[in-house]
């Protein structure tokens, strides 16, 4: 879906870098979500922001950090980079009045 | 707690011929369900969502699922599959008013000519 990207689109980095992907949205949705996917295991939500002052934590957010920097711009941060982070990664957004959620094309993020 | 199982891994059809992904779910509450599709290399799209209007729900590219509450299921067909059917396919719960969403580990479906 065009009205939600992603940057960048692949990604190569070692451990213990410090990496960031961004999100951007045209939707004018004020909900924005980070998810990763591993094989066999579908999407699994990492963080989650209503707003710009509203940042939650999912059920996967150990290791990560994220910026609600505009209502438009929702970025993951990985301090340090290890392996097991090795992953597709996901943006939604999701507007209010709806429980429809809008996903950008993904991040694939290879640590070494 | 809400979970999903969908309960085929790999689907392999010859073009033509029908497709059925089966999906059953878990929820405490009333729930919205989804089914999106993910091509090799792109991003997840909506393909339907059942929200309680109508147990039957048609959605993009000839699909359609029916949602069963005594069954707790809500499997996807396909009258007649395309070689661009060729994907990832992922039931998907929500609860919390969108919040959260619990998706199944995805069928990945197979077209042979």
């Known amino acids: 879906d065009a009205d939600v990207t992603q940057t960048p689109r692949n990604r190569i980095t070692k451990t213990g870098k410090r990496i960031m992907l961004e999100c951007s949205q045209t939707?004018?949705?004020?909900?924005m979500y980070w998810y990763r996917q591993d094989p066999g295991l579908g999407l699994r939500l990492i963080y989650y922001?209503?707003?710009?002052?509203?940042?939650n934590k999912g059920e996967i957010s150990d290791g990560y950090s994220v910026s609600r920097q505009a209502q438009a711009k929702f970025s993951l941060s990985l301090e340090s980079a290890i392996p097991n982070q090795t992953a597709l990664y996901f943006c939604?957004?999701?507007?209010?009045?709806?429980?429809?959620?809008?996903f950008g094309p993904g991040t694939r993020l290879t640590v070494l | 707690a809400q979970s999903v199982t969908q309960l085929d891994s790999h689907v392999s059809v010859s073009e033509g011929t029908p497709v059925l992904l089966r999906c059953n779910y878990s929820?405490?509450?009333?729930?919205?369900l989804f089914w999106y599709v993910q091509h090799p290399n792109k991003g997840l799209q909506l393909l339907l969502k059942?929200?309680?209007?109508?147990?039957l729900v048609k959605g993009i590219n000839g699909f359609e699922a029916e949602f069963k509450k005594s069954e707790t299921s809500f499997h996807l067909t396909k009258p007649s599959a395309h070689m661009s059917d060729a994907a990832e396919y992922f039931c998907?719960?929500?609860?919390?008013?969108?919040?959260?969403?619990?998706f199944g580990g995805g069928t990945r479906v197979l077209v042979k000519p």
């Open positions: 939604a957004t999701r507007g209010g009045g709806t429980d429809t959620q809008y």
């Open positions: 939707k004018g949705h004020d909900r």
């Open positions: 922001s209503f707003d710009v002052k509203d940042i």
């Open positions: 929820s405490s509450y009333s729930p919205s």
């Open positions: 059942y929200t309680s209007a109508a147990t």
């Open positions: 998907v719960v929500s609860e919390a008013a969108g919040n959260k969403l619990t």
